[in-house]
């Protein structure tokens, strides 16, 4: 079973920057969709990024294009969120979720469904002070 621990979040200013980051753990298919979701309270859980394990492919939801940007470090198992210009409306518990795909298929849409994922972490807060 894949395990994950997400960090970086805390209180940062409207305007700021931030980089969260997943670090994962037991990875034993060929290749894993790893990806943020976010929950901000009395909503439902969203999600806003993803990347294949194997080759980098990403996708975005459209919300969050051109301020959020999702990498890995394969060799550390760590994929980061980097969010600039942050937003009150980004306040949420933000989440990393994996599960194995078919190397080379590509991210959809459907790839932002939580139900899809079948690994969780147990999340980072992040707060924006307006």
């Known amino acids: 079973e894949v395990q994950l621990v997400e960090s970086g979040g805390g209180l940062v200013q409207a305007g700021g920057s931030l980089r969260l980051a997943c670090t994962a753990s037991g990875f034993t298919a060929n290749d894993y969709a790893i990806a943020w979701f976010r929950q901000a309270p009395g909503k439902e859980r969203e999600g806003v990024a993803a990347?294949?394990?194997?080759?980098?492919?990403?996708y975005y939801t459209d919300t969050v294009k051109g301020r959020f940007t999702i990498s890995i470090d394969a060799a550390k198992n760590t994929v980061f969120l980097h969010i600039n210009s942050l937003k009150p409306e980004d306040t949420a518990v933000y989440y990393c979720?994996?599960?194995?795909?078919?190397?080379?298929?590509?991210?959809?849409?459907?790839?932002?469904?939580?139900?899809?994922?079948?690994?969780w972490g147990q999340g980072t807060r992040v707060t924006v002070s307006s």
């Open positions: 979720a994996t599960e194995w795909r078919l190397p080379g298929s590509p991210l959809t849409a459907a790839t932002m469904n939580p139900e899809f994922y079948g690994s």
């Open positions: 990347i294949s394990r194997s080759d980098g492919r990403t």
